[in-house]
């Protein structure tokens, strides 16, 4: 039998033909599109200049250099990069002289830029502390909490951007915020439909009475500026892209309301906790689900995280227990008789916690109990405290003593990479405390009132920022009718 030339009949068009074969059409076409000449290029990319579409060249260039780095080991990147920031350091220290009208040799700004280096990089990786607390002066009388964001209820979460030039506020009935710290101008993130979050990733398994509620209790950003995470009453861990403040994902696998939320400095790694005493770890970039994390009895109330692949958490059961990620192990501190509320990083071996009997509790990591204990850090006044409202006149603030909630240390902050530290309840006062080597020493008192629920610090410690309520975090075990709820910001005087 003889086979027709070309090996075998084909369907739809003619016997043994490779012209109608779409394996080889596809081949020749390709083909065809890298066959232009030079001078073909050349005319393409005038015409293109001629209609305005300079933007596609540019993103074109934009392509070749991604190819360009594209062949490159890890170690030559780090050489790359390396050699970058060597390059604006000099061009900065450049700058400065010259401001300065100072004839120094090279050499010395080399040495200059050196220890300008390494005392950056110590600071960042919490070997060197920085000494702030000594050069906070006292306020001035004009010097007070300014409300420069406003909510409709309660702030529970507060955080800043890397640069310290953007906040992001958080409040109970799910408005979450992005605002400018100096002149205070705001934007909203707007909630998608429940179709666009069921795409995204979100399970309705609510309880009836909560489904469907935008109610949020946390919130964290990342420090790359890229990313925001927000968790509330409906279980679910939301992500939201900064840049176009839309919503991207939502990380479902919590049993119960997600009560804290904490970004992996320098990564993009989220570590949340929840009132059904888990902590779990997430990958925002691959959006993934990592690992759980049990041990605690009670709910998670607090989680706090710096660069290494650890975390402290704080909960209901009398507990503070540091996770290890990596190692799927977990070291247990026990407080000595009150639930923690609030907890933050000193540095990697030392810790601040605040609990509901008004005691800020100093941690190390080789004791498993407190270092020190400031008791009563935030007890309740019989008169009241003065305030200043909006309108300049003098406010007195009633607090109800039977009310044991105001004395909740229900926030800590501390200025990263120092000895600053701050706590906050519902007595009418933010306490500024200097953590020194086995104790914490009060600085100053600044009014304010309302539940303080959170609180950030900026990196140069230059002003504080309180997320203040009329209502406590999690409840309504009181309310201060007066309050104002929002993000006040209080600026620091360093000597």
């Not at 979050?197 to 309880?207: D, I």
């Not at 190390?364 to 935030?378: E, Q, R, S, T, Y």
């Not at 500024?432 to 140069?460: H, T």
Request: glycine share 8%; proline share 2%; net charge negative.
């Amino acid at each position: 039998m003889k086979y027709p030339k070309g090996g075998g009949f084909k369907r739809g068009g003619k016997k043994g033909s490779n012209d109608t074969d779409p394996f080889f059409e596809e081949e020749t076409k390709k083909r065809r599109k890298v066959s232009y000449d030079d001078e073909d290029i050349e005319s393409i990319d005038s015409d293109a200049e001629e209609n305005g579409f300079a933007e596609d060249k540019r993103e074109g260039n934009e392509a070749e250099d991604e190819d360009e780095f594209a062949d490159e080991t890890a170690g030559e990147k780090r050489k790359r990069l390396a050699e970058a920031l060597l390059k604006r350091t000099r061009e900065a220290q450049r700058r400065a002289r010259e401001e300065r009208d100072d004839d120094d040799d090279e050499e010395d700004d080399d040495g200059d830029i050196v220890k300008t280096l390494m005392k950056k990089q110590l600071e960042d990786t919490g070997r060197v502390r920085r000494a702030i607390a000594s050069s906070v002066q006292e306020p001035l009388s004009g010097d007070g909490f300014r409300v420069i964001v406003k909510h409709r209820h309660s702030v529970v979460s507060v955080a800043l951007s890397d640069d310290d030039a953007r906040g992001f506020s958080a409040s109970k009935d799910g408005t979450i915020l992005h605002w400018d710290v100096s002149s205070g101008e705001k934007e909203i993130y707007k909630w998608p439909s429940d179709e666009t979050l069921k795409s995204h990733g979100m399970k309705v398994r609510e309880p009836r009475n909560k489904k469907h509620s935008r109610a949020t209790l946390a919130l964290a950003a990342s420090s790359d500026g890229r990313y925001l995470a927000t968790g509330g009453v409906d279980r679910h861990i939301h992500i939201w892209d900064v840049r176009t403040r839309e919503h991207v994902q939502a990380f479902p696998g919590h049993r119960n309301t997600v009560s804290c939320l904490c970004f992996r400095h320098g990564s993009t790694e989220l570590y949340s906790g929840s009132f059904d005493c888990s902590v779990k770890a997430w990958n925002v970039e691959d959006k993934a689900f990592v690992q759980d994390n049990f041990g605690h009895q009670g709910e998670v109330l607090a989680i706090d995280a710096l660069r290494k692949d650890r975390a402290i958490s704080v909960g209901r059961d009398r507990t503070m227990q540091l996770h290890k990620m990596s190692e799927q192990a977990r070291v247990v501190y026990r407080a000595p008789a009150s639930s923690l509320e609030s907890c933050c990083y000193i540095s990697d071996t030392e810790y601040l916690s605040g609990s509901d009997n008004g005691t800020v509790a100093l941690w190390g990591m080789l004791k498993k109990k407190p270092v020190f204990l400031l008791k009563n850090a935030h007890s309740v006044l019989a008169d009241g405290i003065t305030t200043i409202n909006e309108k300049g006149e003098d406010d007195l603030v009633e607090y109800n003593n039977s009310c044991t909630s105001s004395s909740w240390v229900s926030s800590v902050a501390v200025c990263r990479g120092s000895d600053l530290a701050a706590s906050g309840a519902g007595n009418g006062f933010v306490h500024l405390m200097a953590v020194e080597a086995s104790s914490i020493r009060p600085l100053f008192k600044l009014p304010l009132s309302g539940y303080v629920n959170s609180m950030a610090f900026a990196k140069s410690g230059k002003f504080l920022i309180a997320g203040v309520g009329q209502e406590t975090r999690f409840g309504r075990w009181g309310c201060f009718k007066t309050a104002q709820n929002g993000v006040a910001i209080h600026p620091l005087r360093l000597s």
